[in-house]
């Protein structure tokens, strides 16, 4: 059975068909609203601050909370990018990684033996010698950043039109990994941020020894399958380790986040530290327009098709079972969110958020000789190129080249004050834990295993919400009012799965795996209303470790912080 290749296409256009997303979700508690008069908000365009501008004077004067340098280079250096597509840290100084269930599932099947199925059945390596390595996976470690912008933009003004203009950052962005990797002899990454305002090269510490030690079954680790996916309350215990290895022995790292044993409560203030994907906070509303219009109806019947494809497959394997169910989820995610994307798009008072920003920043550049005149013509220009671009070859370029020159304007407008887009690079952002009005009432803060074994028993224990034979009968040890998952306003989007979840003492409270679905309009606009990002408890996933699989090697290393010399 072959996997339908143009999905891999599809899906690669971004990450806003990954795994997580914003706000504004209903229109009915907008009404009455004049939407001339809507106001842009400070925040619109995100927190999802990089660790070269962290925002200290804000954290300061919001939560009275100053990072030194040693606190964020430490945050840094603990967090990883895994593989290509979602987060991860270490939480040890032996190399112990941690992501989340749904970000290691292919790593599980890869490395699952003729007579396993680890997938239904989960994995727990109960000794070091049983952890298995995982051909082709690596984790990354951001080292250095390096700004490059001056460089860049020098080579770029070199070019006689846009096309020309692009053309000559791409060979400047290759000529300086090249440079800087054999500089550095680390792993370089050319990075355009604000769509060009600022340029940077990542330098990255890569390691390719990456061995499976803990994975859920796949019963709990996505419990509730589609149904929940970008929903809460949620009862998922999407969480998967493994461990780092250097010259065949566990990588020893100064630099891990310890495990917290107290938690967090309602109105504690977290930070999420991962890689998200994509965003499009940036887009003029004429290219927003455009997608809501055009290109996600486009998608929306696309994807339709593929999914009765994909339904009408017949699996003659085990491993072309195994390859449906994964095409077939994919599909239902990105119907899910391109749908949560589109209603956001057709929200009028969201539109009129994004008109406003926009409004206000032409009447800046309008305001100034030297500006009116370097940017002036920019969004009819955005407005000529789209008009066109069927006619066009260069259409992209063209637009690219535009929205360069608008990153360039906002960076220098506003500076990081207004973070860049998302860029699948390392990003640190606030929040605090809190409720959110849903539904006609309220959002539990945290949910516990009581409601995990309520879902189970209320569909009358029926797929996806039927748990692996372990959880059935729960041991007595394990508390049921624990803390299993729980909410807070972070701004994440899809490539933010596995990203840790931290307090102020730079310990692992969490492990955020989604969004809710107010939460998708994000990829446009962020907002503290309605959105919220769902992550996985420590005490949660600490008690899951303890008393339903017995993990104590694992869990010791967790508390410990190193591996325990008893075990």
């Known amino acids: 059975m072959k996997k339908i290749d143009i999905l891999s296409a599809l899906f690669s256009i971004s990450f806003i068909l990954a795994v997580f997303f914003n706000p504004l979700y209903s229109q009915n508690i907008y009404e009455g609203i004049l939407l001339d008069t809507v106001k842009a908000g ?9 660790f070269n501008h962290p925002p200290l004077d804000y954290f300061k004067s919001i939560y009275n909370f100053h990072p030194d340098k040693n606190w964020l280079d430490n945050v840094r250096m603990a967090a990883l990018k895994f593989a290509t597509y979602c987060s991860a840290s ?3 100084e032996d190399g112990l990684v941690l992501t989340n269930h749904h970000c290691g599932r292919d790593a599980v099947i890869s490395v699952t033996k003729t007579d396993e199925n680890l997938s239904v059945n989960g994995f727990y390596a109960a000794a070091l010698e049983d952890e298995r390595k995982v051909p082709n996976l690596f984790v990354d470690q951001l080292i250095e950043i390096i700004d490059v912008t001056d460089i860049v933009q020098k080579e770029i003004d070199k070019g006689g039109n846009d096309v020309e203009k692009m053309e000559l950052k791409d060979i400047k962005g290759d000529e300086l990994v090249k440079q800087y990797e054999e500089q550095l002899n680390l792993k370089c ?14 330098a990255y510490k890569r390691y390719d020894d990456v061995r499976l030690v803990f994975a859920p079954e796949n019963q709990i680790g996505f419990f509730g399958g589609d149904y929940d996916n970008f929903t809460y309350p949620r009862y998922n215990l999407d969480i998967t380790f493994f461990r780092v290895y250097d010259n065949n022995q566990p990588l020893k790292t100064e630099h891990f986040y310890k495990w917290s044993i107290t938690g967090i409560d309602s109105g504690d203030v977290v930070f999420v530290v991962g890689n998200p994907g994509s965003t499009q906070r940036l887009k003029t509303v004429a290219e927003l327009e455009l997608l809501r219009d055009q290109t996600y109806p486009s998608y929306l019947s696309m994807l339709n098709f593929y999914l009765k494809m994909t339904e009408a497959m017949n699996p003659q394997t085990e491993q072309e079972r195994i390859e449906q169910e994964n095409q077939y989820f994919e599909i239902q995610n990105s119907l899910k ?4 994307f589109l209603k956001a798009l ?21 305001s100034d000789t030297k500006l009116k005149q370097k940017y002036g013509n920019l969004w009819n220009d955005i407005k000529d190129i789209i008009k ?8 992209q370029k063209k637009l690219d080249a535009k929205n360069r020159l608008l990153g360039k304007l906002v960076f220098e407008i506003y500076g990081p004050k207004i973070p860049p887009d998302a860029t699948f690079t390392l990003r640190i952002a606030d929040g605090v834990v809190s409720s959110y009005d849903f539904n006609g009432t309220v959002a539990p803060v945290f949910t516990t295993f009581y409601g995990l074994y309520d879902k189970y028993y209320g569909f009358k224990k029926k797929y ?4 692996p034979e372990k959880w059935q009968n729960p041991p007595a040890d394990l508390l049921l009012e624990t803390p299993f998952n729980f909410i807070s306003t972070n701004d994440i989007v899809g490539g933010n799965s596995g990203s840790p979840v931290i307090n102020k003492n730079a310990e692992i409270i969490g492990l955020a795996f989604d969004g809710n679905i107010e939460s998708l309009s994000s990829d446009f606009i962020y907002s503290t209303e309605n959105n919220r990002m769902v992550g996985v408890d420590c005490r949660g996933i600490l008690a899951s ?22 075990n």
């Open 464 to 467: 996806p919400f039927s748990l």
């Open 545 to 566: 470790l303890k008393y339903i699989y017995n993990a104590e090697r694992l869990f010791k290393e967790m508390e410990k912080g190193k591996i325990d010399g008893n």
């Open 337 to 340: 969110a391109i749908s949560g």
């Open 388 to 395: 066109n671009k069927s006619e066009d070859e260069n259409y």
């Open 346 to 366: 057709n929200n009028p008072y969201f539109m009129a958020k994004k008109k406003a920003f926009e409004r206000d920043l032409t009447n800046k550049v309008n």
């Open 42 to 50: 400070e925040f619109d365009n995100g927190k999802m601050w990089t």
């Open 189 to 202: 990454e050319f990075v355009t941020l604000y769509n060009g305002g600022e340029y940077c090269i990542y």
């Open 90 to 92: 270490f939480i040890s």
